[in-house]
């Protein structure tokens, strides 16, 4: 199958508004394709990257050769080039995944390179991902939604679930289930305003503390340790903590889940960059270790010696836990239902110097790859008035809306940057009526278009919530927002009055200088 079918499948699942519509394009995709080339469209239509990683960002898949004139780039081949420039490491790595790339584009006509774009900087906007992308395979296949929802559970990946059930059936599918050295999907938490919320949605919870570190997912067996990454990466050789702490427990066989994070000698937590950077080198691990020291701390066991743990409720899988592991090796946690008591923990996690806590409730089985009421993050709230420099037309229930929003500060006299400095974007915390109103605010005063991004004049402010700032190449200040959402407009404000990028500067400079 050449490539350009997948683009043009992407660009209709993107404008039709409806789940069965979209479900029922990608399905009809996928049964034209040949069992070798199953992984790798699956691979590309749901925009799973864990190997699709290849080192640009935003900027580096603008500056690529103009299209080809006709369509000869197949689907397999166009993944194993992006695989082949995500495997380039080492001196001169940079320029040699620009190479490669160019070449890739340079084959690709005008609807096969927007499409490739998309993939690279993870921003497919089909509505397509997960759940769509789960169904669509079940049609294609005619197997049950839910016996391929539970396979991708287990397995992560949805190219090999497409594989396997496209090739087998639903008897295929059954035998894909928990298996160590295969990482799961991690379970995502939703979010409240503060404790008392999340305690009226949950009922009596434990508690624990939220590190600002990597996810990790360590899996044993024997002498055997595999850890993963939330994204599902193998980072296994880059952190020989987490590797001796899972060998140092009193099992055969685990599956864990929780927390990589570099800390100060007073047991603070360092910036969060310095930990992703520090599980991010692929160089000597020992030298880093010593440098950056990493810590490791558990929440949750999914299997332990041969039993699977994963569909019990959460408070038999922490009595699990503590039996297993020492209490420096867990999360610190509470189990109360008094808000007072969960707002003195909470205020206790900030004063270490943490992002907040996570409420779980007890009877909650462990929803792998999704974000259920089960879990609920509470944390303190930053914000910034910021401007708006473009935005992003909406897909699905948004479809004729402009929705993803480009946010910038205000340079105030930094001459290696333009006047307004982009920070990141966001589509969070936007209502019905918000989004049409900002569309038609957004249009008048556009500047220029291109089919998917509407640039406009800088005057509209937005003031804009945040998780904190960190280090990215991405963008111009080399700085980016967590988590961003919307608040609400500043209609009150002028662009003159937005804050700077000295201020957004400062803010980071505090951070690492207090959580250091």
Known sequence: MLLQRLARTSRATAAEPGRTAKTGLLA?????????EIPAAVALLSGESRRLRVGVGYVGVQDLPGPAVGATLGVRETEEALVRIAEVHGKGAQAERHRLLSELFGRATGEEQEFLRAVLVGELR???????????????????????????????????????????GASALDGLGLELGHPVRPMLAASAPDVATALDRTGPAGLEWKLDGIRVQVHRDGDRVCVFTRGLDDIT???PEAVEAARSLDVRSAVLDGEAIALGPDDRPRPFQVTAARTASRQDPERLRAEVPLRVFFFDLLHRDGTDLIDLPAEQRWAALAAVVPRPLRVPSVLTGEPDRALAFFQDALAHGHEGVVVKDPAARYAAGRRGAGWIKVKPRHTLDLVVLAAEWGSGRRQGFLSNLHLGARNDGDPALEPWVML????????DELLAWQTEQLLAREESRDSFVVRVRPELVVEIAFDGLQRSPRYPAKLALRFARVLRYREDKPPQEADTIATVRELARIAEVGEG
């Open 237 to 239: 050789a880059r952190v």
């Open 28 to 36: 009809d995709c996928l049964r034209e394709l040949g069992p070798e």
């Open 424 to 431: 990141g974007k966001t589509f969070k915390g936007l209502t």
């Open 126 to 168: 089909q509505g397509a991902l997960d759940a769509v992308m789960a169904d669509a395979v079940a049609s294609a296949a005619g197997v049950p939604a839910a016996t391929v929802r539970r396979a991708l559970m287990f397995r992560g990946s949805a190219r090999e679930v497409a594989r396997t059930a496209l090739a087998g």
